[in-house]
Antibody, heavy 121, light 107 residues
Framework: QVTLKESGPVLVKPTETLTLTCTVS??????????VSWIRQPPGKALEWLAH???????SYSTSLKSRLTISKDTSKSQVVLTMTNMDPVDTATYYC?????????????WGQGTTVTVSS | DIQMTQSPSSLSASVGDRVTITCRAS??????LNWYQQKPGKAPKLLIY???SLQSGVPSRFSGSGSGTDFTLTISSLQPEDFATYYC?????????FGQGTKLEIK
């Protein structure tokens, strides 16, 4: 069974750096047919893609957030980590990680439950 | 970035209705278009990938079509559990983008 689970702080202060971890099971981060994306959703708003990473360490970032994001993976730990610097209240959102299935048009076929992050002093 | 525009933004329909949601890309994305369903407080769920392929376990009343810039998601006979928000997503570009969502409500 494939699962993804997000973890990280519930509350961060403005200007702080957010570090989120996605722990996966049921597939390997070294699988060339898979990748992992991070997506967020502010309360009541639409989904926003943030970044993704593939087995060959290929990475891409949202154009609007590129300067603040870093994505990395630890294959041995089955974890994908996303850091976002200089957090602001507008970054308050539920953050999801999802598996990318390369052979299925790079669709996100399995999602984590999400973790809610509030940015407030 | 490729912009994805969904219409309508919201839709009221009744159980048993046939419903169509449209998604338009700002440039050609071939068939790299995926559809997701999201219910309140839950993570999105993949319904359709590659414009028209039904994800395993998804009821056959859901179907997708289109290529290039214009795509549709059709629900042939609405069921009570289908009332949710639907998102399209393009995966043609490495810079992934989602539509703004279509909220499907009970009439």
């Amino acid at each position: 069974q494939v699962t993804l689970k997000e973890s990280g702080p519930v509350l961060v202060k403005p200007t702080e750096t957010l570090t989120l971890t996605c722990t996966v099971s049921g597939f390997s981060l070294s699988n060339a047919r898979m990748g992992v994306s991070w997506i967020r959703q502010p309360p009541g708003k639409a989904l926003e893609w943030l970044a993704h990473i593939f087995s060959n360490d290929e990475k891409s970032y949202s154009t609007s957030l590129k300067s603040r994001l870093t994505i990395s993976k630890d294959t041995s730990k089955s974890q994908v980590v996303l850091t976002m610097t200089n957090m602001d209240p507008v970054d308050t959102a539920t953050y999801y990680c999802a598996r990318i299935k390369v052979v299925a048009a790079f669709s996100m076929d399995v999602w984590g439950q999400g973790t809610t992050v509030t940015v407030s002093s | 970035d490729i912009q994805m525009t969904q219409s309508p933004s919201s839709l009221s329909a009744s159980v048993g209705d046939r419903v169509t949601i449209t998604c338009r890309a700002s440039q050609s994305i071939s068939s790299y278009l995926n559809w997701y369903q999201q219910k309140p407080g839950k993570a999105p769920k993949l319904l359709i990938y590659a414009a028209s392929s039904l994800q395993s376990g998804v009821p056959s009343r859901f179907s997708g079509s289109g290529s290039g810039t214009d795509f549709t998601l059709t629900i042939s006979s609405l069921q009570p559990e289908d009332f949710a928000t639907y998102y399209c997503q393009q995966s043609y570009s490495t810079l992934v983008t989602f539509g703004q969502g279509t909220k499907l409500e009970i009439k």
